[in-house]
């Protein structure tokens, strides 16, 4: 990515040097980037960590300019192999995540993975200076070619009235100007396509060019190596959704014993997600006084919170499992909430409250909705958690989707048919709406002597949005509704990649931005598990 306005200032001009980038800058590296990129958000840009170790892998393409010994621009590349049938990819793919682990140095082409200049020296040439260090390399490693993913920052102002690939193109015809894929053009990159999902970036619309910069002295004949390419990975996952019976127990181990079923099911069939119901804790209820008002039976499983996370944390550490723990209630700050709970084979333990409670849940527990939607990199897929009621809501999918989300967990709690049914038909809308899947657990099964869960009705699915590259009614699995069981499937996350670049209808690209938008007043917190 890069950021280099093409206005000439009439200041006068003090000397700037180029040269290689040491350890000690990357402080001021990295104070020079949050300033060049002040939209875009933290998780978007690389800490002191990851360029230290872009530095360590490859010195000899990480530069930094230096006007009156203070670094007032960078410049950071490595050298891949990209596979010609899937030229395309996004910075993480490229770059390792960040940290330049896909480095070959018997690669053919130089991908310039970040390109900046201090808001203050912009305009004065500097991209220039460091554009020519760049094609040194090209010279001296004799490469065939640059390439770079570069945004179109101006393209907020046009999405809706063109597609991101016209825009693009009335910037190369000169009738518009883009402030990045001006520069870019004029150091000679020449455009070969617009893609999707390449960097979060919301002014880009999370579009950018794929570009191409020739090196003219390649040497073909002096670089007979058989260099392997950076292949697209082949990133499945499976997911187990657990159709829980709520039967009633009188004994804690009782309930811990009816949960292991459900972990070694998901272990045999060697699963990487397993998802359990909303509120499925609730039965525990049945080791209480049966004569608790609903209010006081929800304080005290609340007082089972410690004793519920340590159960799942261990059977998280011991199956190797993420386990999505449904939900139960927490008391926070004397403020009672249903929160739902991921748990790491680390051990760590993450959580999305509730943000939508039902009337039900207000009135006869005093359940109140928390304020922050999460996205949680796994390792294995990108996810959110949605609880029931959350799902109903189709602006809390798309900003989970638009902050990276490949899998909405929707840990259910429904009492008969057409309240089933609203989750269910809410979760398919928001796999097409979103190009995401949707899985979903519920409670089956009764508790005759628990007033407010007489009753439960729920069928586990798993939804997909609905294209060629998926199943012809967009459910991937789904269980027979009644009974207590599981439904497992493969998820394939490089068919969610092709359906929003390529699909039928691609709703993501396709936003009318200059009619609408949707925005969240608390951003969207993106955290990395352990």
């Known amino acids: 990515m890069s950021t280099v306005p093409m206005n000439e200032r009439s200041t006068p001009r003090r000397p700037v040097r180029v040269r290689r980038m040491r350890s000690e800058d990357l402080d001021d590296v990295y104070r020079v980037q949050r300033a060049a990129y002040p939209e875009l958000p933290e998780s978007a840009l690389c800490d002191v960590r990851l360029l230290r170790m872009q530095l360590e892998t490859f010195p000899e393409g990480q530069f ?44 053919d082409s130089l991908y310039g993975a970040d390109i900046a200049v201090h808001p203050d020296s912009q305009g004065q040439g500097i991209a220039g200076q460091l554009y020519v260090s760049r094609k040194k390399l090209l010279a001296r490693y004799n490469l065939r070619r640059m390439v770079a993913g570069g945004r179109i920052p101006g393209y907020i102002g046009h999405a809706g009235k063109m597609t991101a690939e016209q825009y693009v193109q009335e910037v190369m015809a000169g009738r518009l100007r883009d402030p990045a894929l001006n520069a870019h053009l004029k150091a000679g990159y020449r455009v070969l396509g617009v893609h999707m999902g390449y960097v979060r970036d919301d002014h880009s619309l999370d579009y950018a060019t794929f570009l191409e910069l020739p090196n003219p002295d390649y040497r073909e004949n002096r670089r007979r190596i058989a260099a392997s390419p950076v292949r697209r990975p082949v990133r499945r996952v499976r997911v187990c959704a657990a159709q829980y019976q709520v039967r009633p127990i009188r004994h804690w181990r009782e309930f811990e014993q009816q949960v292991e079923f459900f972990v070694q099911t998901a272990e045999q069939y060697h699963c990487h997600f397993l998802l359990f119901p909303e509120l499925f804790t609730v039965q525990l209820f049945g080791t209480f006084a049966h004569d608790l008002a609903p209010k006081e039976a929800i304080a005290k499983l609340a007082g089972l919170t410690k004793r519920y996370r340590l159960l799942f944390q261990r059977l998280a550490k011991r199956s190797g499992l993420m386990i999505v723990a449904g939900s139960h209630p927490v008391l926070q700050d004397g403020v009672l909430r249903n ?87 809410s979760a398919q809308a928001r796999a097409v709406e979103n190009s995401l899947y949707v899985v979903l657990a519920g409670n089956v099964g009764n508790l005759p002597q628990v007033e407010s869960f007489l009753i439960n009705y729920g069928q586990a699915l798993i939804c997909t949005p609905s294209d060629f590259s998926f199943p012809p009614d967009g459910i991937a699995a789904s269980a027979e509704s009644g009974n207590e069981t599981v439904v497992i499937t493969d998820l394939d996350l490089g068919a969610l990649e092709h359906a929003r670049e390529n699909g039928s209808v691609r709703p993501l690209r396709d936003r009318r931005v200059d009619i609408y938008s949707v925005t969240a007043r608390a951003p969207v917190r993106r955290i990395r598990t352990a």
């Open 64 to 107: 930094v300019a230096v006007r009156d010994q203070r670094i007032v621009g960078y410049a950071s590349c490595l050298i891949v192999t990209l596979d010609e049938e899937s030229p395309w990819y996004s910075y993480a793919e490229i770059t390792g995540n960040g940290t330049f682990s896909s480095h070959d140095p018997s690669g």
């Open 339 to 425: 929160v739902a709970h991921l748990f790491t084979p680390g051990g760590e333990i993450y959580t999305q409250d509730k943000l939508h409670v039902t009337p039900a849940e207000r009135e006869e527990y005093g359940i109140q909705g928390g304020e922050e939607l999460r996205v949680f990199d796994t390792g294995y897929a990108r996810i959110a958690i949605l609880v029931c009621y959350d799902c109903e809501f189709p602006e809390l999918a798309r900003l989970a989707a638009m902050a990276g989300a490949e899998i909405l967990f929707v840990p259910f709690s429904t009492d008969e048919r057409k309240a089933y049914l609203r989750v269910r038909y």
